[in-house]
């Protein structure tokens, strides 16, 4: 096994030499510490792979030094000594995350053995993150995540746009993650060194929102009390978001295509031409033909914007996308909320790949941020997911779904379940489906589960 840094914490001289010595002899790097305080020091300041501790020492004690390791990296195994035989205060130590005990006096071969299969729980540890990260890697792209066949064609068309300068139109429904696809953009272009700036044209009123575009000069409105810079110039050699540009005013629209055919922009009040070298994407979650049609939207400003279209396809069409996204907000929301490593339960996960998902990834994550916060233990379960998600059956898949074949799936599974809970007893097992003995026997066959009478069993 390869060299590792082994941090040793105990206030007998003799027990941390002993431990040096024989850590040293196995071609480990070992650190020493003779207080609890000092060992919480070397945490703070050093990465370590295992942590031998002594539980009963002066003022904080062995239990603090396990508390910040936790704390730090709850990978990193921790072994308590102690010589006491008191079973409580090991036990209590192994509640909070230990990862084994010894009672002194003990043997050599013991305590190496132990600390071999430490290490090795290290290094499997890491090797599964190393792999979960390569994984990953092919399923991400900046933010943005998914594993199914239209989001990995989604991050070819990112690729390959991020290398030029044309302007690109985002369409997709609320939450689906339009600007998250305008940064990896960004992120991925030779502009990513440079300001990625968005606004939301809906969010303000015109007067505003064209100040706020292309700046303004000193007293050209009420309480224009300087030149200010508008965020088109802010933005000069980056990147531009034009978020919710359907609800861009008319205004701001012939002004904006100016922009885009020239490259030039006035300030509000101001006579001089200003050049800004800006890369424009504009993301919508409307139809802006059929704005078109209704006089709401000019139709030469969207072909300057729809050189290059990009539709996010919304999450209940991708739902092979949902596990991934699902691991990354609750790793993300479990640390935020200092919550242990948590996971979903089967059935709670099923619940999540067959919602409607109308929010789309922003409803998602929304979701799981709460769930983290509100289970109890460090597993999500149903009764952690908003209630409507209990009512919600199965989505209808784009192919179509054989009905018997799906009814006789579902039938099965609750012979299976009934059978499960009687311990194995067919006539207990009918009895909880409601079920006679014969009609009982009956399913299992069809289902090929068929089998002689059991001691105990007889039909009606």
């Known amino acids: 096994m390869a060299q590792r840094t082994i941090l040793v914490t105990d206030d007998e001289k003799s027990m941390r030499e002993f431990l040096e010595i024989m850590l040293t002899r196995e071609g480990h790097d070992v650190v020493c510490a003779t207080t609890a305080e000092e060992a919480v020091e070397t945490l703070n300041t050093r990465p370590v792979d295992l942590v031998i501790s002594d ?11 396990l508390a910040r390791s936790m704390e730090k990296d709850p990978e990193v195994p921790v072994i308590m000594i102690t010589a006491y035989a008191s079973a409580d205060t090991a036990v209590d130590a192994m509640k909070k995350g230990a ?11 013991e305590i190496k053995l132990i600390i071999a ?11 599964l993150r190393r792999l979960k990260d390569e994984i990953e890697k092919s399923y991400t792209l900046g933010d943005l995540l998914g594993r199914s066949e239209t989001m990995q064609e989604l991050f070819k068309v990112i690729r390959k746009v991020a290398a030029s300068r044309s302007t690109v139109l985002i369409t997709g429904e609320s939450g689906s993650g339009k600007e998250l696809v305008a940064k990896a953009i960004h992120y991925l272009s030779p502009r990513k060194d440079k300001p990625f700036v968005s606004i939301n044209c809906g969010a303000m009123p015109e007067p505003l929102l064209e100040s706020e575009l292309f700046g303004h000069q000193k007293g050209s409105f009420t309480g224009a009390y300087a030149d ?11 990147t531009f978001l034009l978020d919710e540009v359907g609800d861009a005013p008319q205004s701001v629209q012939v002004k904006m295509l100016r922009m885009l055919q020239e490259r030039q922009i006035k300030r509000v009040g101001g006579v001089k031409d200003i050049n800004v070298d800006v890369r424009v994407i504009a993301a919508t979650n409307q139809n802006l033909e059929e704005l078109i049609g209704q006089g709401k939207f000019r139709e030469d400003f969207f072909y300057r914007l729809n050189i290059i279209p990009i539709n996010i396809p919304p999450l209940r069409e991708r739902r ?7 691991s990354r907000f609750v790793e993300r929301y479990a640390k935020m909320n200092a919550r242990p490593e948590m996971r979903v339960s089967n059935e709670a996960m099923r619940m999540l790949e067959r919602y409607h998902w109308r929010g789309n990834v922003r409803e998602l994550e929304n ?14 379960k149903p009764e952690n997911l908003p209630e409507e998600m209990l009512a919600s059956g199965p989505a209808m898949p784009k192919q179509g779904v054989d009905l018997e074949a799906a009814v006789a799936a579902v039938e099965k599974e609750i012979l299976l379940k009934a059978l ?3 311990g194995g007893n067919r006539k207990e097992a009918a009895r909880l489906v409601k079920l006679t003995y014969r009609s009982f026997r009956y399913k299992l066959a069809k289902h090929g589960m068929a089998e002689g009478p059991k001691d105990g069993e007889h039909e009606d």
């Open 320 to 326: 092979e996308d949902i596990p991934l996204l699902v």
């Open 117 to 127: 299969k430490a290490l090795e729980r290290r290094v499997d540890k890491e090797d």
């Open 228 to 238: 200010k810079k508008g965020l088109l110039e802010v933005a000069d050699g980056g």
């Open 367 to 380: 979701i799981i941020e709460r769930a983290v916060v509100l289970a109890a233990g460090d597993c999500i």
């Open 99 to 109: 990862y084994d005990y010894i009672t002194k006096p003990f043997k050599i071969d």
């Open 55 to 65: 539980i009963k020492m002066p003022l904080a004690g062995g239990l603090a030094v």
């Open 420 to 422: 499960d809970s009687a």
